[in-house]
Nanobody, 115 residues
Framework: QVRLVESGGGLVQPGGSLRLSCAAS????????MSWYRQAPGKERELVAL???????NYADSVKGRFTISRDSGKNTVYLQMNNLKSEDTAVYYC?????????WGQGTQVTVSS
């Protein structure tokens, strides 16, 4: 049974930092492309960052230089370090795994950036 469990969301002031975690189980983590998406109220879900099996990464233009995605195959976990957060980063953040063409989603974690 595939599970993706996100954690680390919360309320933070503008300029602050958060680190999201996504613990994966039920599949071979090392062979999956892992991504973070987000969905703000009234908006479509959008790709924030992805990390491939061999470690290369891609980022949305809006988060380049502020967010860092990483993966730890020993812990079957993918992280999203978010720095210099802005109000427009407020959204539900979802972890996604893609392996052999099959897509898996976590349940999401809320990130709210507000003073």
């Amino acid at each position: 049974q595939v599970r993706l469990v996100e954690s680390g969301g919360g309320l933070v002031q503008p300029g602050g930092s958060l680190r999201l975690s996504c613990a994966a189980s039920g599949f071979t983590f090392s062979s999956a492309v892992m991504s973070w998406y987000r969905q703000a109220p009234g908006k479509e879900r959008e790709l924030v960052a992805l990390v491939r099996t061999y470690g290369t990464t891609n980022y949305a233009d809006s988060v380049k230089g502020r967010f860092t995605i990483s993966r730890d195959s020993g812990k079957n976990t993918v992280y999203l370090q978010m720095n210099n957060l802005k109000s427009e980063d407020t959204a539900v953040y979802y972890c996604q795994a893609v392996r052999l063409g099959v897509i898996y989603w976590g349940q999401g974690t809320q990130v709210t950036v507000s003073s």
